[in-house]
């Protein structure tokens, strides 16, 4: 079996961006984006759609952790430039509630620096236990996440 090293490259960097995030390291996690990158969150709250990097960094301030996060990593599949990571979460927040995520990531690559990064998370979980303007604000309108049509197709009704 030939493996494709760019695939386990951009696996590492994967692994390599979540260790840094888990140690606290936003910096170092951020400088492995190129900094014209774009990110998605899930959701059409205040906090969510597409956004640039700075945007991005100040929107992990949402999350209110009264300890240590730990992350549960569950399938990952890298194909061309992109890889694809199932996640769950769980914390307890400084205002008492259990924060048990899902996730769902999606990184794009292009010359050994991530150039995309979408987060899908379960924005209902979210909303429940954190209480925040930046999740129970105003509505945003919400963003396509598809960045590349490759079929459309519509039910016959």
């Given amino acids: 079996m030939i493996v494709n090293q ?6 590492n ?24 990158c774009r990110f998605f969150v899930s959701g059409d709250m205040p906090y969510g759609g597409w956004m640039d990097k700075a945007a991005y960094t100040n ?29 769950e979460s769980e914390a307890v927040l400084v205002n008492g509630a259990q924060y048990r995520n899902h996730y ?3 990184f794009l690559f292009a ?15 979210v909303y429940r236990v954190i209480d925040s303007q930046a999740v129970r604000g105003e509505p945003r309108p919400r963003d396509t996440f598809v960045t590349r049509v490759s079929r459309e197709a519509t039910s016959k009704g």
């Fill in 6 to 11: 760019s695939n386990t490259e951009n696996k």
């Fill in 13 to 36: 960097r994967v692994w390599e961006w979540f260790e840094h995030a888990l140690n606290g390291e936003l910096d170092k996690s951020m400088a492995l984006h190129r900094d014209d």
């Fill in 59 to 87: 929107q992990t301030g949402v999350l209110q952790l009264a300890g240590p996060i730990t992350m549960r990593f569950g399938d990952m599949v890298a194909e061309d430039n992109r890889v694809w990571l199932e996640a």
């Fill in 104 to 106: 769902l990531f999606q």
């Fill in 111 to 125: 010359g050994g620096e991530i150039v995309e990064l979408k987060e899908f998370v379960d924005t209902l979980h």
